[in-house]
């Protein structure tokens, strides 16, 4: 069953309003609450001093109420204090300024003192309430990464980077010949001459930056680490989470998620929205629903961070205060961003925030209820929620779906480390495709590189820049088909162009080099013809060798005729980035090829299954007749799906 | 009767020149010359060694001539001796960056030693002139905020602010609460734990942005007010006042001029057409007219700022050298802007400058003598200036308007803390109001919100986000009716959300509480539907609660039908940005709420009354034919108005 | 003949490649190789330990096979021992940053000490290298100026220019007049207190960073002398050079090359069409075959600053890595750019570079061979040029131009200190001007300002803002015509107005003076009429006085009639910038006065000579017939020219 949570800030209101707050959300039909994942200094205004006292009392009037608590570690925002007595915990920007107090974030993850402050407040956290019967869950920190925090340039970023080096290369001839030093005279004779790849002439070794990327995820990684041991000793039976951001790839979520218990994210699609790359015109049109597939794409990639076992951890309930527009969603959608989080998996939803706070940074940012206590819109919105959640069978759970679409950390890394062309974003592309997919009515598990194939009838590999050997022997013995898209397997672990030139270890599967790439501007449009239609693309071109059956090809004065897909029975190879139609009719073909059935929907609709369940998402203001064929039980909605609406039927086989 | 004057600046150009320059500004018609604004390193070339002897000449000079002086305080530009003896009187930029010497404005308004120079300096130069007969007034420092000089990021400025918060909140905890530090863990138990508000992780609280732009406000009034003192004691008799510069809020302006006598500011109406946020297109046709509105609106608030006295002290004479580009005013410009200034209440116009500079930065701005002493154009429009003056009667002062407008510094503060959308700018807002009044041919005063209220028939809030309860008393006591745009009374005196929601205070005038805002992209067009017509806003937009009568109403799929206008008897209330179209025809029917006539003119065109006289421009290449229906006297110019002309009539009543 | 060389990395790839490298090289035709300008910390891996044994084994096996060899000192990339045991030697940004070591060109060019380092390790190399029977030539460093490494803001280049100026001042009263500090209050009273003109409150005075240019300017100058004066003693009679880049003005070219043998350029098309300043529209039209005239445009300059003598020492091959985007070039186009070099007087071509390299900052850039040492499509190119160069005279020498036009690197800088308009670049100005001459099929020589006037028909001055009497002197003794832009004439030596007012001395070859100047947006058209015909113009406007014949006339609002462009029989002046159709129309009229023949070319065709030959290219991807009229001899490629076609006929006379 769907679960709802909310986020409560007891110190940021007055304590006569707690027991009214706490009975509030049960009537609601809230049943998790997390807390105080800033309350470091209300609970250690001065050193070594504690006021445990108004924390004890709120989780008592919580627990009481018959609410479990998401206790946090308060690790994201240390005191000033803390920071004036030691500043060099600060971060430091890419300019080289150390990044002041005064908001939140403001630590570096390679500061050892700040990392031995985590874990005594963690410890002193743990110790209180990690056997407290009304703490269910721990959140560890809050949001990594937020802010740009993870790469920072400050001497003990410095130093621990030598160390990491040193332990990664063991000599200064393999960092050497990794780096490729012998490029420019930039020979290094000792760890110690190596310094952060920022405030240079020019751009530094690729290697130099991919490996200072890697180095700053496992900073963050070493940080949580540290923090589960402690809540593993002193919180025992607890769940552990950290609530990660939308789509943010500083850091290897798998890494950092190895030993906790569920994933959980923040969900923001208004902001999702501004910030995309859409045209005005089509941020226009999707102004009060976000992108149908943003959050989708989320919960599937963090339902694989947490091995089958995910949260929304922050749901928006209304506009926000940090985009650089903040509209309204329409009404309706937290309802319905709450169900469709529930049928790609999610298993709670709690809801940012129970009260818009009158003060400080985020006094724009709605709540559940208004700065004067009335219920906000979304109010009512989880009221019907919570009616139409009786209406379901509780035991349904997510399943695998016949398609896995592979997010490499590392090959993001390496896309930011040498772009080539200054728009080419394998982020866009991974969600362009995600989309693409899902318009087919497909269910797509997003899956890491590592994962089991098994199961698939297709992997989908719209970005894997890293050549990855054991990747490929692991296709070769599993039954599914393969698709590339442009650069997959083009940069050794080292980022070097491999021996046999790209796709790399790919040309195991197929016959196929990469002689020449291109980066082309937007305004270059390439002429690619496929199924003997003609089509529009641009920003990446390849030109291959290949003996391989070519599928589409290039027209027009520069290399007419050059192949634009290529592909055998195992795997296919696209030279173009695919975008647009191209995509779409692409990606039809090759599902078809994968005998993989889809239905072409409406632009508005979305639908995915949970289990039994089918859902049905309208993410348009006008109403949309469906045209189910197989025989169905509607749950709830109906087969004229309303505007900002949801239907759930369960398919009768 | 207009006066006129120049600025003028012997120590630039060659000492024969001096007599036949007195000679020639007297034939030209000119009665005020201001000197000496940058003569520190002239008059103390190396230190305590004092040259007055040239500037002892140019006065008796330009006195002996006729002329009257305004004489300046040099402190805008201290020498290099003095910066290199005491580098910590340099200002620090947002980045930390302390910025050097080889310009103008290089100094701290929190540098103590900073201010004992420019008191001694000041009392040297008041002690020489101050008792000079030709001296007959005194203009203290140069342009305050040009070139972002406000805000310091200094060292000095640190500790100074820390002394000021201690001043403003006594103990911490009234701190702690105004900047909401429960909200990230960011409490404070020492004031000089406080740090400027940059180079944070992330944005600061709202209050203490606001704070800080408050406390730096402050100190340009300290730093001014030394002055003030040091003038009064030491040049009896003479008026004092600053030049301050076009629509420029980075300080509070009335608390600056409380004990000034008159204000001037400095007005080039190119520049401030390149610079504003109007399409190319616009800015095109009002290429080299500039905007009609942008001048009269400076004279109209500088004149409050005056409290009723004011010149311009610097009037663009023709292309200047400092925008992004710089165009030719017509011929005929300087003329009109000048019989502007005086329409709208100013006493003296200078221009700036006598001679074109052969050499530094500003060698391509203009003057009335090009660098090789031959009249430039201006020259012939002066003396057209003085023939037209004598055609008109000495004794007409402006009357007060019926229409008040309220320009609040520390709410321009408060929209700077928190945009909320990042191109609402409350600037814009009320440039586009005022000159939406403008094109109907009324005169509006502009006013503070301490302002006396009696004369008005109403007020126009159009940005007013500070609440103020005093100001809605006064209100509540007058006979006069309230406009009020979006967000006004939307934050208290700490920047926090009032406890009765927005807006505030005005809540006690009409039944009205804002539950939801929002900031919306340019392209996302909302219909407003009023007086049975359809209209596009964007930007703002607000939910409101209300059982007061709704005047316009929002269409389309979201909340269609709520209120987008209410009002009473007393009030209105625009949950909307207005705009456009909208604002057009909302100024207008609101007019004629308030029983006041308007006409709507000709694009062209602009009327505006000093005293008896009409005054008519036409901004346009186009004769345009003027209708008048009152009986009247042309004094000069005709009703069929010449392209970039002014008539000028007497109404007989 | 055209002579061909490569880019060889010996220290990039394994040692076993290269025998068969330089046999490769040789049998495609290959006679040049210029390697090791990267190479330091190869030879010096640790202080003063030196490995000369693999560059010695390198040049034996590149001599033996019959290869001249173009040795580098490598002083563009100094090793990391010697910048930690130094790092004053770094280069300083404008913000005030040092800039780290990690890629190429990590020196200021005022450090002593590195000057002192330079000299002793060009001093090594040339000990060693200097008579080697193989090295035939020498290259100083590297594309001086790439990576905005001229000016440097550090404590070593503020005590360096505070030297210069007191050489170039003598007193202080001499600086204070050049820069004008009466104007702001900014006098000096020493030398000493002089700072770099970066991190000011608002500009420096324009000559105190003319100034600065200037400095930056002969620091390089002396930089590189130094090592000229190393090898002129150690490699006596081997032709030293430097490898400019293409249209770079941070420095005076001139100067630098003043004891060069020869000058050499790099040359990318493909980077300077996507960083030039066409629209998107322009830019897709030339797209892989870029701008007609800017490779021609630097080999004429640099054929100038090599006093005759010139190479390009880096040829693209294919895709480089590293502007925004980089797309191929059309197949056919490096052996296109490589006749093109030829025909505008370059004596050898060498192709950047030997091997695509798998690794560092340069892995996506293209090479001869790809990473497997497979031939990539400009090997094959290459093969046909060596066979076509079979077809041509061996004895072929450029001839004067009948046209002139001047380049002056002063002029760039005064620009560069006071534009005055924001997007006001002489840069595309020249470019421009020299375009609209090479679309009408007339041979230009660029030159300087001190250049040989003789033999010239007529002179062309795009942009030569720094008055020079002495230039215009020799005009007057020269039979010779003149054409001159905007601007012209326009500043002083010190950068102050000329006293007679611009332009300048040219004033004593026409009667006239430019009263009053605007920059303007290029959205404010003007209307010229020319011929009785109308034309756009924007971006800068003069009024000026005459009583010369008017040519061209400016009509609308504003001054209507006033005069566009003035001549008599020997000069020719533009009060507007000149641009499209206008600039076309005036330069094909002013020829005509200049009695020299033109032919309008199709818009893909460019034509030059090179002694007898005339060369024909057609840069479209359409075949265009030529239409010759004279009598001649085709040597390769047709009348009917091909797509990305070349034809060489020699004229018969």
């Excluded at 599937?300 to 969603?329: F, I, T």
């Excluded at 398609?403 to 090959?411: C, E, H, N, R």
Aim: charged share 25%; hydrophobic share 35%.
């Amino acid at each position: 069953m769907l679960e709802l949570g909310v986020c409560y800030y007891p110190e940021q209101c007055s304590r006569d309003l707690w027991v009214e707050d706490a009975q509030r959300m049960v009537e609601l039909g809230i049943k998790w609450v997390r807390i105080a994942e800033f309350s470091w200094s209300e609970v250690e205004k001065t050193p070594n001093v504690f006021n445990w006292q108004w924390l004890d009392e709120v989780i008592d009037i919580l627990g009481e109420a018959g609410l479990d608590v998401v206790m946090s570690t308060p690790t994201a925002a240390p005191p000033k204090w803390l920071v004036d007595f030691n500043p060099d915990i600060l971060p430091v920007d890419e300019n080289g300024v150390t990044r002041k107090f005064g908001a939140r974030r403001h630590y570096c993850f390679s500061s050892e003192k700040y990392l031995e402050f985590s874990k005594s407040i963690a410890l002193k956290y743990a110790k209180r309430y990690g056997q407290n019967k009304y703490v269910k869950a721990w959140q560890i920190d809050n949001e990594y990464g937020d802010h740009d925090t993870i790469l920072s340039y400050s001497e003990n970023a410095e130093r621990a980077f030598r160390i990491w080096l040193k332990k990664r290369y063991h000599t200064l001839d393999a960092l050497n010949e990794a780096w490729g030093t012998s490029f420019w005279s930039m020979n290094y004779n000792q760890f110690d001459e190596v310094e952060l790849p920022n405030n240079l002439v020019e751009e530094p070794s690729p290697t130099h930056l991919l490996d200072f990327y890697r180095f700053s995820s496992d900073q963050v990684c070493v940080y949580n680490q540290a923090q589960i041991d402690i809540l593993r000793e002193n919180a025992p039976g607890r769940k552990i989470t950290h609530n990660f951001m939308g789509h943010h790839s500083a850091f290897d979520h798998y890494k950092l998620a190895e030993n906790l218990d569920f994933a959980s994210w923040d969900s923001y699609p208004m902001g999702a929205l501004i910030h995309s790359n859409l045209s005005d015109e089509e941020k226009n049109k999707r102004l009060r629903t976000g992108l149908p597939d943003q959050p989708a794409f989320n919960h599937d990639l963090y339902r694989h961070v947490g091995k089958g076992n995910v949260w929304v951890m922050e749901q928006q309930p209304g506009p926000v205060n940090w985009a650089e527009y903040n509209q309204s969603p329409a009404d309706g959608m937290i309802r319905l961003w709450s169900w469709l989080a529930y049928a790609h998996g999610v298993d709670v939803v709690c809801y940012f925030r129970w009260r818009q706070v009158k003060f400080a940074q985020e006094q724009f940012h709605a709540a559940i209820l208004l700065p004067n206590g009335q219920p906000d819109q979304v109010f009512y919105e989880i009221q019907q929620i919570v009616e139409e959640r009786k209406l379901l069978p509780k035991d349904q759970s997510r399943r695998q779906a016949k398609i896995g679409l592979v997010y490499d950390y590392q090959s993001r890394w390496c896309n930011e480390a040498l772009p080539q062309g200054q728009d080419y974003s394998s982020a866009i592309i991974t969600s362009d495709w995600y989309s693409a997919l899902s318009k087919l009515g497909v269910d797509v598990d997003v899956i890491s590189p590592d994962a089991e194939l098994d199961g698939y009838e297709i992997i989908f590999l719209p970005d894997m820049m890293l050549d990855n050997d054991k990747f490929v022997k692991r296709v070769q013995n599993a039954d599914v088909k393969l698709f590339l898209g442009t650069r997959v397997g083009s940069k050794t672990e080292n980022m070097h162009i491999p021996d046999q030139l790209p796709p790399g270890s790919f040309g195991q599967l197929i016959d196929l080099k990469v002689i020449r790439v291109e980066s082309l501007p937007p305004y270059a449009k390439q002429i690619v013809v496929f199924n003997e239609k003609e089509y529009e693309a641009s920003g990446w071109r390849e030109s291959v060798k290949t003996s391989e059956k070519i599928l589409a090809t290039y027209k027009g004065d520069y290399r007419n005729g050059g192949a634009a897909l290529v592909g055998n029975e195992k795997i296919r190879y696209s030279s173009v980035k695919l975008e647009g139609n191209l995509l779409n009719d692409v990606i039809k073909d090759t599902l078809s090829w994968a005998n993989i059935d889809y239905t072409k929907l409406h632009e508005d609709i979305r639908v995915t299954n949970r289990g039994d369940l089918t859902f049905t998402f309208n993410f348009g203001n006008e109403a949309v007749a469906l045209d189910i064929l197989n025989e169905h039980e509607i749950l709830f909605g109906s087969n004229e799906i309303e505007p900002i609406g949801v239907m759930v039927r369960r398919n009768i086989s």
